[in-house]
């Protein structure tokens, strides 16, 4: 579910030219439009500047990029983007390049993101993970930082998706932290091979990578009371011996055999009731309705 990643650069020095420009010329009343461009750049921040919690929204609309200046928002107005977390690269010498750092943020935004907003299913639809990195320029000037956020891919949404983990009960917590670690594991891992003929290793440590996880969230529903946690956790007892099936598949077909029970095992619409038990968000993001998704 998560977006390509737009850098930061030093190379954005004309991005306020060009919003007082929109702000001046279009249809409608010229001096409305005045107005809304002038906030429009009294609102414009340095990416570098960009904190956890921040609302905002992005001066382009292309998926991917470089950009230098975002406008800051308040939450209670509508917005494209927040900031859910950050994290510092190690301080190596050379760049290590966009790919490498792309894996990092891959990995790592995952993890801030379910800090900062736990449960995916209470998230607004069309809502995913896209980060800033930085450029090899703005590298050589000290840049380590990686901001991970929220942004909706079309539309705007209000408020802010931050959760007080104390909030949170045990139990759901407890339920969270599995459910999300399957979800993470099963994608985190998926091999770039669309055929499991071209990447049989690949696909086994997925599946290796995918029965750990759902391990430890078996092991965190025993301790879940209440009558539909206990039936999840009777199914995924049976889903979890498909999936280390498929990590010790010989070959293939033997991965196919045990592949097909194990990944549709995990319906998100088997989870619903527990859900609803346990006082979480009990509607299926679209974009997940036919795989895991906690």
């Given at each position: 579910?998560?977006?390509?990643?737009?850098?930061?650069?030093?190379?954005?020095?004309?991005?306020?030219?060009?919003?007082?420009?929109?702000?001046?010329?279009?249809?409608?009343?010229?001096?409305?439009?005045?107005?809304?461009?002038?906030?429009?750049?009294?609102?414009?921040?340095?990416?570098?500047?960009?904190?956890?919690?921040?609302?905002?929204?992005?001066?382009?609309?292309?998926?991917?990029?470089?950009?230098?200046?975002?406008?800051?928002?308040?939450?209670?107005?509508?917005?494209?983007?927040?900031?859910?977390?950050?994290?510092?690269?190690?301080?190596?010498?050379?760049?290590?390049?966009?790919?490498?750092?792309?894996?990092?943020?891959?990995?790592?935004?995952?993890?801030?993101?379910?800090?900062?907003?736990?449960?995916?299913?209470?998230?607004?639809?069309?809502?995913?993970?896209?980060?800033?990195?930085?450029?090899?320029?703005?590298?050589?000037?000290?840049?380590?930082?990686?901001?991970?956020?929220?942004?909706?891919?079309?539309?705007?949404?209000?408020?802010?998706?931050?959760?007080?983990?104390?909030?949170?009960?045990?139990?759901?917590?407890?339920?969270?932290?599995?459910?999300?670690?399957?979800?993470?594991?099963?994608?985190?891992?998926?091999?770039?091979?669309?055929?499991?003929?071209?990447?049989?290793?690949?696909?086994?440590?997925?599946?290796?990578?995918?029965?750990?996880?759902?391990?430890?969230?078996?092991?965190?529903?025993?301790?879940?009371?209440?009558?539909?946690?206990?039936?999840?956790?009777?199914?995924?007892?049976?889903?979890?011996?498909?999936?280390?099936?498929?990590?010790?598949?010989?070959?293939?077909?033997?991965?196919?055999?045990?592949?097909?029970?194990?990944?549709?095992?995990?319906?998100?619409?088997?989870?619903?009731?527990?859900?609803?038990?346990?006082?979480?968000?009990?509607?299926?993001?679209?974009?997940?309705a036919e795989v895991w998704a906690g």
């Amino acid at each position: 579910m998560a977006f390509r990643t737009p850098s930061r650069s030093l190379r954005g020095i004309s991005t306020v030219v060009a919003l007082l420009a929109v702000g001046a010329t279009g249809c409608g009343d010229l001096v409305d439009n005045a107005k809304d461009g002038a906030k429009k750049v009294a609102r414009q921040r340095s990416v570098f500047s960009l904190e956890p919690g921040d609302c905002y929204n992005p001066n382009s609309k292309e998926a991917e990029g470089e950009t230098f200046a975002i406008e800051v928002v308040p939450c209670d107005e509508p917005h494209q983007a927040q900031v859910v977390g950050e994290f510092t690269l190690d301080k190596g010498g050379e760049f290590p390049g966009d790919e490498a750092i792309w894996a990092i943020a891959d990995q790592r935004c995952p993890v801030e993101a379910g800090k900062f907003a736990p449960d995916t299913w209470a998230l607004p639809e069309g809502v995913g993970i896209l980060y800033y990195t930085p450029t090899k320029e703005s590298w050589a000037t000290g840049d380590r930082a990686v901001s991970c956020t929220y942004t909706k891919e079309s539309g705007t949404f209000t408020g802010s998706l931050e959760v007080d983990a104390k909030s949170l009960k045990p139990e759901q917590k407890t339920y969270l932290e599995g459910a999300n670690a399957v979800y993470d594991a099963l994608w985190v891992n998926q091999p770039e091979a669309e055929n499991v003929e071209d990447d049989l290793d690949g696909y086994k440590a997925q599946a290796e990578a995918v029965a750990t996880a759902l391990d430890a969230h078996i092991k965190g529903l025993r301790d879940i009371e209440g009558t539909e946690a206990g039936k999840l956790r009777a199914q995924l007892e049976k889903t979890v011996d498909h999936w280390k099936k498929a990590a010790d598949a010989g070959d293939v077909d033997a991965f196919y055999v045990a592949y097909e029970p194990a990944f549709t095992g995990l319906d998100p619409n088997k989870t619903v009731a527990t859900r609803e038990e346990l006082g979480l968000a009990t509607t299926v993001p679209a974009d997940d309705a036919e795989v895991w998704a906690g």
